[in-house]
């Protein structure tokens, strides 16, 4: 199908958006800078504990994951369950090239993202080539994400197998330190804040949302289905691969719980799920509630994962389409005109 008569058709739509996008964009700016103001107290309150201040950095990555499964799922309905794998490509990647290849941290960085962008980029231009369904791409990403764990085991001498490779590049620095790492990765995760708001006010992000909607509709109105599912794939995919990488230097050790897929992926699910999937805040109300969780939860010892998973199914049989959203409609319904 060509796209010249669409473009024509559609160019008053598309500069529609544009022009929305530039009045709006102080609507966007505000509530991340709002967000980001309440989340740079924290260490007045937590800054006494590394303990404490660990589980807050963690949170935070948590927060970069979620909002990267959040444009790649969130934003055309790509069902990529390797969130863990593609950070793990981030954080083993940048590790090896640091302590094994002798590189440079910032270096070591961009390298492991990369790596993560091209891998997401391609799974993603596989599943659009055999014209996968949700399910499917969920199938095979999911057994890519197992293949990285086996992948992960069996080159031990490289990743430290079982036990975990601890990372000497950084040691000394203010990564390790008590308080800047989650100064380092509450900026990581603003950006990507910023990234994907800004993605959803241009053209690409009406492309995203109409092809997310109704495929065929979109495909009927100009829209390039499958080279905006990559560029989903890889926007979010760079996003993983940073936030592994750069979470892997400031915590300095890594294993493959870590980035495993019962400790990141489906935690990530859920997040996203009870925040909103779609929504743009959605990736923050998720982690931050489900890491406050996590903390109340710890003293329940054996019993922990039951009280957790009951409190899931509490949570979510209250707000089905998640906090936001729920949130969002009953507002609505305050402000329509009764009568």
């Not at 796209?3 to 559609?10: N, V």
């Not at 980029?121 to 890519?144: D, Q």
């Not at 019962?262 to 929504?279: N, P, R, S, T």
Request: proline fraction near 4%; charged fraction near 10%.
């Amino acid at each position: 199908m060509s796209d010249r008569p669409t473009h024509s058709a559609g160019a008053f739509s598309l500069g529609g958006v544009e022009a929305h996008a530039s009045r709006s964009l102080p609507r966007l700016l505000l509530p991340i800078a709002a967000v980001g103001a309440g989340l740079a107290l924290l260490p007045l309150w937590l800054g006494h504990s590394r303990v404490l201040m660990g589980v807050a950095v963690l949170g935070l990555a948590y927060v970069c994951y979620t909002i990267a499964f959040n444009v790649i799922f969130g934003s055309t309905g790509q069902l990529f369950l390797c969130v863990g794998a593609l950070a793990g490509i981030g954080g083993y990647g940048g590790a090896i090239l640091a302590d094994s290849a002798g590189w440079p941290i910032a270096a070591s960085i961009l390298a492991a993202t990369l790596a993560a962008t091209l891998t997401g980029g391609l799974l993603s231009f596989v599943a659009v080539r055999r014209s996968l369904g949700v399910i499917f791409t969920g199938i095979i990403t999911l057994i890519f994400s197992l293949s990285f764990d086996a992948l992960v085991l069996g080159l031990g001498e490289l990743t430290g197998g079982d036990t975990g490779r601890l990372i000497t590049s950084g040691a000394g620095t203010l990564l390790r330190d008590k308080i800047p790492p989650y100064y380092l990765m509450l900026a990581l995760a603003l950006l990507f804040l910023l990234v994907h708001g800004l993605l959803r006010r241009s053209h690409v992000g009406w492309a995203f949302r109409a092809l997310r909607d109704d495929e065929v509709a979109a495909e009927l109105a100009g829209v390039d289905v499958a080279r905006y599912r990559v560029y989903a794939a890889l926007v979010g995919a760079a996003m993983l691969g940073l936030a592994g990488s750069t979470y892997a230097f400031t915590e300095g050790r890594i294993s493959p719980t870590t980035f495993g897929f019962g400790e990141v992926d489906i935690v990530v699910l859920v997040m996203l799920g009870f925040g909103g999937i779609g929504a743009l805040f959605g990736p923050i109300v998720g982690a931050v509630t489900f890491t406050i969780v996590d903390e109340i939860l710890i003293d329940f010892g054996q019993l922990r994962h039951v009280a957790y998973g009951m409190l899931i199914i509490l949570l979510f049989l209250r707000l089905p389409r998640g906090a936001i959203p729920t949130l969002a409609g009953l507002w609505q319904r305050r402000r329509r005109p009764k009568g």
